[in-house]
């Protein structure tokens, strides 16, 4: 094997920061202390505090960031972030965030990862237990993440310039940065998502990618960030936060020597450090409570930017000097999986392949690719014939009382056959004059009509549908 071996255990240098918890709880690695306050602050970065209160699970989710945050090195606070985020999750289902989705299969690996270390490890080694856990898991995560996203694109719709999410964005960015359109960059936006998704793809399935990765395709997180919406920075600080599962001790050593400078500054406040997340956190309430109701977010994108960037920029230092001194070997970002985290990823990957399946659109990380299922398949590789179900039938809406389906009597709009029913299904005694696969059919619940069909509690949970665009090719839609 080329160059130097690094070893799959965390190792903590002699040169460690001075902790910052109680001494009853045990030292963690500086790259699992780093992995904690990441994912918690990636997570305070997905609520919008514009809104101007949160739901009281929403509330629990940010004191247990605020506590993980304060206090790194404590494995019970990252169990209780973990929990509290599956909670909510499961309380607000069916989801249609893509990012809050990708975390919370994060979280349920968090939860695996503390149940095999809190029964296998004593309490000193469980921080390091459920952290190397994590380096097994996330990545695979990540792998299958960037697999969807780039296997979505290959339809006819993204491939036209005209209609392409990937100029959509590009025209954002060019808007935020105060640059004149050009015509050459609608194919450059096309080429570059192929490029970036497809090459962390790549990258991540050999031992030595795991750096150039870090390097080469972080920026292009940062760059949709920087396109003016909110939930951009959301799944960037969480695309950040699941790379430093990547790094150990090791490979992090020039940030952790900067951590220590700043440890030594910090020890002179004392008690007052640990309430500097909990400042952050309050300074994104007050800096996105006094914006503007606009649909940029300006102080949430300026805050969780600027410490996005701090971060990639510590990162990208650190792969680079793993680079230059051969110690980019060590772990295979793809290692092998025990049972349960494998099913976890065989599940993640099941929910990237819903659409073709006909069994949802939304949350399956088809975001911004202009994928369209319903009907008839726009994807190169993947016709209509896969779907196992009739959800995905388009349904055109002629005349409706009910609320919910009044804004798709749009020609060029409508609904998917579940959506239709799961709207009838929450007002029975509305009607509905509807036209699905060139028939033409009414339900009238004031007359007592019985449903045509009444979807299932637990596929109410589970599914949900995108709007239906009848518009040829398919526009660009989240």
């Given at each position: ?102 975390m919370m299969f994060g979280n349920l690996g968090i939860l695996m990862a503390a149940w095999h ?70 194919w450059l936006a096309i080429a570059a998502t192929f490029l970036c998704e497809g090459g962390a ?246 007359r007592g009509e019985a449903l045509a069909y009444e979807p299932p509690w637990l596929l109410e ?18």
């Amino acid at each position: 094997m080329k160059g130097s071996s690094t070893s799959n255990s965390e190792v903590t240098p002699a040169h460690a920061p001075t902790r910052s918890v109680s001494p009853s709880v045990p030292e963690a690695s500086f790259a699992a202390r780093l992995f904690a306050v990441a994912w918690a602050w990636a997570l305070v970065v997905h609520h919008r505090f514009d809104l101007g209160e949160l739901e009281p699970l929403e509330g629990v989710e940010v004191v247990a960031a605020m506590l993980v945050m304060s206090f790194p090195a404590n494995p019970s606070l990252l169990v209780l972030l973990a929990g509290a985020q599956v909670v909510s999750y499961l309380s607000q289902m069916p989801v249609a965030s893509n990012h809050y989705t990708v975390m919370m299969f994060g979280n349920l690996g968090i939860l695996m990862a503390a149940w095999h270390a809190w029964r296998h490890e004593p309490q000193s080694d469980r921080s390091q237990a459920l952290f190397r856990q994590l380096r097994r898991l996330l990545p695979w995560l990540l792998f299958v993440l960037y697999f969807w996203g780039t296997f979505h694109k290959l339809n006819t719709a993204y491939l036209n310039p005209d209609v392409s999410c990937g100029p959509e964005l590009m025209a954002r960015l060019e808007a935020a940065l105060g640059w004149e359109p050009a015509g050459f960059t609608a194919w450059l936006a096309i080429a570059a998502t192929f490029l970036c998704e497809g090459g962390a793809l790549c990258l991540l399935a050999v031992r030595w990618g795991w750096a150039p990765a870090v390097v080469l395709i972080l920026p292009f997180h940062l760059a949709i960030a920087a396109t003016g919406f909110a939930y951009y920075v959301d799944f960037t600080a969480l695309m950040l936060a699941m790379f430093i599962s990547l790094f150990d001790d090791a490979r992090l050593e020039p940030l952790q020597r900067l951590w220590l400078r700043l440890t030594l500054f910090l020890e002179k406040l004392r008690g007052a450090r640990h309430a500097l997340p909990a400042a952050i956190t309050l300074l994104a309430y007050v800096g996105v409570g006094l914006s503007k109701s606009t649909p940029r977010f300006g102080p949430q994108i300026l805050i969780g930017g600027v410490l996005g960037c701090l971060l990639y920029a510590g990162l990208a230092a650190c792969a680079v000097h793993a680079l230059r001194q051969r110690k980019v070997w060590g772990q295979r970002p793809l290692g092998k999986l025990s049972l349960g985290p494998a099913l976890l990823v065989a599940l993640f990957f099941l929910d990237g392949a819903c659409p073709y399946l006909g069994f949802k659109t939304e949350s399956s990380f088809a975001m911004y690719s202009n994928l369209r299922t319903e009907g008839q398949s726009n994807h190169l590789l993947v016709s209509e014939a896969w779907q196992l179900t009739g959800f995905e039938t388009p349904v055109r809406i002629h005349g409706t009382d009910i609320q919910s389906l009044r804004r798709y009597r749009k020609k060029d709009m409508g609904v998917t056959w579940f959506e239709l029913w799961r709207a009838v299904k929450a007002s029975p005694k509305g009607y509905v004059v509807y036209e699905a696969g060139g028939l033409s059919e009414a339900y009238d619940g004031r007359r007592g009509e019985a449903l045509a069909y009444e979807p299932p509690w637990l596929l109410e949970k589970l599914l949900r549908f995108k709007p239906v665009r009848f518009r040829t090719p398919n526009p660009c839609t989240h």
